[in-house]
C-alpha cells in the first residue's frame, strides 16, 4: 500500500538574482491499495513526472509523508532510497533504457545482479521471466535488433524480475504503435492480474489511462476531480 500525505514540492528556476518559485507538489493526498492501476494523467509541465520521482525515492520533497509498505520513506538516504528501491520498485521508462551493449537476456538479468543473486537462481528467473513476455526466441539478440513492442517487453521483462510489488511506468506506451500498444497495455493488465502488482502509470494517453482502475488528474499542483482516493 502506498499512503501520501500532504506532498510538497517547489523547485527555483531562472537565472540567478531572477529566480522564479514554481510549486509543483502543493498538497498531495492519495492512498494506493495493493494490486491497484492508477493513471496519473495532466497537461506537460504539471508535475506528474515530479510525484513519480519522489514516490520512487529520486527526489526528495520539501515536506511531507510517502509511507510504502509500513515504511517512512521520505526522509531516507540517498543509500536507504536506493536499497528500498531495489525491493520495492520496477521501473518501465517511454524511450526503454535498455543497455544497447547487453542481450535481452543480459539486460532482463541486471537487477538480480545487483542484487546479489546467485548465477543459476538468475538463469532459472531471467528465464521463466522471458518465456511469460514471449521472448525467448530472442533472448541471445541486441537490443536495436528487436521491434519497439519487443523493446519495451524487455523493459517490462526488467522491472519484473526482482518480483517488485510496485512497477512505475512513465509514458510507458508512448512511441509504440497502436497495435503494438494494446499488446503491451494487455501484457500489464495479465501480470497485475496474476501476480497483483502495483502499477502507477504517467500517461497522456486515454487508452492508456483506460487500463486504470482510478484516474488521478494533476492540476496546478494538486491532484483533481475524479478520485475516490483521497484521504
Ligand atoms: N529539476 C528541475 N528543476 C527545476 N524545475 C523542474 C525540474 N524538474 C521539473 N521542473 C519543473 O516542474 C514542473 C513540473 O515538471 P514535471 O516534469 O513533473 O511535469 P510533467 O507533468 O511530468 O510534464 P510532462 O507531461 O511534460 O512530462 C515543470 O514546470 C518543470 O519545468
Not at 517490462?156 to 508512448?174: F, H, K, Q, V
Not at 497502436?178 to 503491451?184: D, L
Not at 493488465?189 to 482502475?213: K, M, P, R
Amino acid at each position: 500500500m502506498i499512503t501520501v500525505q500532504s506532498l510538497q514540492h517547489t523547485f527555483t528556476i531562472g537565472k540567478k538574482g531572477q529566480e522564479k518559485k514554481v510549486e509543483v507538489l502543493k498538497d498531495i493526498n492519495f492512498r494506493i491499495e495493493q494490486g491497484e492501476v492508477v493513471a496519473i494523467v495532466g497537461k506537460s509541465g504539471s508535475g506528474k513526472s515530479t510525484l513519480l520521482q519522489t514516490i520512487a525515492g529520486f527526489m526528495k520533497p520539501d515536506s511531507g509523508s510517502i509511507i510504502i509498505n509500513n515504511t517512512e520513506i521520505a526522509g531516507f538516504t540517498e543509500k536507504q532510497s536506493t536499497a528500498f528501491r531495489l525491493d520495492h520498485f520496477g521501473f518501465i521508462f517511454q524511450n526503454f533504457q535498455l543497455l544497447p551493449s547487453q542481450t535481452v537476456f543480459e539486460n532482463v538479468e541486471l537487477p538480480l545482479k545487483l542484487k546479489g543473486i546467485s548465477p543459476a537462481i538468475r538463469k532459472k528467473k531471467v528465464s521463466e521471466m522471458l518465456t511469460k513476455v514471449e521472448l525467448t526466441a530472442v533472448e541471445d539478440h541486441y537490443p536495436n535488433e528487436l521491434s519497439g513492442g519487443q523493446q519495451q517487453r524487455v523493459s517490462i521483462a526488467r522491472a519484473m524480475i526482482t518480483n517488485p510489488p510496485i512497477i512505475l511506468a512513465d509514458e510507458s506506451t508512448g512511441s509504440l504503435d497502436s497495435q503494438t500498444e494494446k499488446e503491451i497495455l494487455s501484457l500489464i493488465q495479465q501480470l497485475n492480474e496474476q501476480d497483483n502488482i502495483t502499477f502507477i502509470i504517467i500517461t497522456h494517453d486515454e487508452e492508456v489511462a483506460s487500463i486504470a482502475d482510478r484516474k488521478f488528474r494533476m492540476a496546478d499542483g494538486v491532484l483533481v476531480g475524479g478520485m475516490a482516493h483521497v484521504i
